[in-house]
């Protein structure tokens, strides 16, 4: 499992834009993702960070 500051900073990254308020990111890890059949945040125990990443960089091409 790769290091989870790195990991976070990476997804937070992906997710952090210009428009969204301050909580915006903090909501994506604490929301149930249908994708992932759970919060984000729950999963981090778990070694599924392609996951992870992979329903980020799809839920910014959805919008």
Known sequence: MADLDD???TVNRLLTTDN?????????WL???ACL???PVDLLTRP???DLIHATR????AV
């Not at 799809?58 to 091409?61: A, G, S, W, Y």
């Open 48 to 50: 599924c960070e392609r």
């Open 58 to 61: 799809t839920l910014i091409e």
């Open 31 to 33: 929301t149930p993702i």
């Open 7 to 9: 990991f976070h900073q």
């Open 37 to 39: 059949g759970a919060r």
């Open 20 to 28: 969204d308020p301050p909580t915006a990111t903090c909501d994506w």
